[in-house]
């Protein structure tokens, strides 16, 4: 319990500190000394004290606002460290919040379905096992609506709003009747809206107070009043109602998507990247024989590597020997990055994300292989740390496997190039026919130029028609000699 009542004695405003001190289990740095009244005689003294806050997390650099798509946990339930409470959709991916705290959810402040939470807002509450978790109370904080979807009957205030001025005498009488509004006939009423007049103003002489009609007409006798002109205030409400339902346009045919919080970012980030960074592009062809004969010996061995393997792989290469493209682009000029951290595009269903392999250069082909399966599995289910695809110092983004010949990728700042594969085609030769890929980079024309960027596509091509380089995960003499 003292463990607990620390973990809580932080969580609390300096103004609440008093009402443990006079608990005597705290010291005045907030260390625990000893748990000396009983847990219930505390909670039934201070109950919310021992409620524990669970925020909005802030899982990107980037992130303002999340969507929470799921709640795994329902109120009531125990939960305990490392146990999913939510699934929360970020600027970056969809991912699970768990949890290092060990009670009773005891209230779900914002449901699951809720559009933009903003960054440290309150999104449920947490007490101690054995505690009253019904009976919680909620914070003036949380007093504030969630964020939620537009409502679709906004229209309707509207026409309520619109009805009103226009018939007053009917307000007047229903509002104004007093202790004998519910003896009033509907022959009295009538009187009333035509002559506009006020039921409190009228003497009633019925029984109990009620307002007969003979009293109205004697009130209008003795004033001399005359109707109203107000009938047309009747058929007001329903006039506006049309106007206000809004409909589709006659011959309309496509349905609106919702734009996930994801997608959102990309489109942000790509027109970013495209209306400030200066593109500049490079092609080469590489001879892909090789490496298909290499990668047939490997399979009757038992090992099975992509083609992207090996792609990652060369380019981690020719990062190496040619180290001015392997940068990021910060204060206003490039930065040498001190390792080689390659961002593999996969696509998920809710958009592209980049997991990295890092330390690229380092790592055997067999090595990639089994790191970039086991990131874009994850990246698939949505279940990627924020560390695990944020950063990078350069990216690849492969549409080979979809039978796209060549094409060119947008930059992913900060870095300053991407490489965009192709697909493998057969092309006559002098010498037979041989297997051709066509990749192109992009790049940041401020922090490189041409020589780089050629620099860098001589040493890829190198290392895919030499697969056997890779393999011991070197590049030969030869072609060190060549890049510098």
């Known amino acids: 319990m003292a463990a607990s009542a620390g973990k809580i004695y932080c969580r609390l405003p300096k103004s609440k ?153 009917s307000a007047a009488p229903s509002s104004d009747h007093g202790d004998h509004r519910h003896l009033v006939g509907p022959s009295v009423k009538k009187l009333l809206q035509e002559y506009n007049i006020n039921s409190n103003d009228v003497p009633a002489t019925g029984p109990a107070g009620a307002l007969l009609k003979g009293d109205v007409l004697n009130y209008i006798n003795s004033k001399k009043l005359s109707k109203s002109v107000t009938p047309p205030a009747a058929s007001t409400p329903s006039t506006p109602a049309p106007k206000i339902e809004p409909a589709a346009a ?76 392997n940068a990021i682009w910060a204060n206003d000029g490039p930065k040498l990055s001190q390792s080689v951290d390659i961002s593999v595009a996969v696509a998920t269903p809710n958009g592209l994300i980049t997991p990295i392999v890092k330390g690229a250069s380092y790592l055997s082909v067999e090595q990639i292989s089994s790191t970039v399966k086991e990131l874009s599995g994850r990246a698939k289910e949505g279940k990627l740390l924020p560390h695990e695809y944020q950063g990078g110092s350069f990216s690849i983004s492969n549409l080979g496997m979809f039978g796209i010949t060549e094409f060119s990728a947008v930059i992913n700042p900060p870095q300053l190039a991407i490489l965009a594969i192709g697909t493998s085609r057969t092309e006559a030769s002098m010498k037979g026919n041989q297997l051709k890929m066509t990749v192109t980079l992009s790049y940041d024309s401020r922090g490189l ?36």
């Open 17 to 169: 500190l008093a009402l443990f001190a006079n608990l005597n289990i705290f010291r005045k740095d907030g260390i625990a000394l000893r748990y000396v009244a009983n847990v219930r005689q505390m909670h039934s003294s201070a109950s919310y004290l021992a409620t524990i806050k669970l925020d909005m997390p802030s899982l990107s650099p980037t992130m303002e606002k999340g969507n929470i798509i799921k709640w795994y946990k329902k109120e009531g339930d125990t939960v305990s460290p490392g146990d999913v409470l939510c699934k929360i959709e970020t600027d970056k991916a969809m991912m699970d919040m768990e949890t290092e705290e060990t009670g009773i959810l005891a209230k779900i402040l914002v449901p699951a379905d809720s559009k933009d939470v903003p960054i440290g807002s309150l999104i449920a509450l947490l007490v101690e096992e054995g505690d009253d978790w019904k009976n919680v109370q909620i914070p003036a904080e949380a007093a504030a609506k969630p964020p939620s979807k537009p409502a679709t009957e906004t229209p309707t205030p509207v026409v309520t709003t619109a009805a009103v001025p226009a018939s007053p005498p």
């Open 250 to 325: 006659p011959g309309a045919n496509y349905i609106d998507i919702p734009l996930t919080s994801m997608r959102r970012t990309i489109a942000k980030r790509l027109t970013e990247s495209k209306s400030t960074i200066p593109h500049a592009y490079a092609s080469i062809d590489s001879n892909m024989g090789a490496l298909t004969e290499l990668r047939k010996t490997l399979a009757a061995d038992g090992v099975k590597i992509s083609v992207n393997d090996f792609i990652v792989k060369a380019a981690a290469l020719a990062l190496q020997h040619s180290p001015k493209v």
């Open 449 to 484: 130029n041409e020589v780089e960027a050629t620099r860098f596509l001589e040493e890829f091509r190198y290392a895919l028609e030499n697969p056997q380089s890779m393999l011991g995960g070197t590049i030969d003499s030869a072609a060190e000699a060549f890049a510098f």
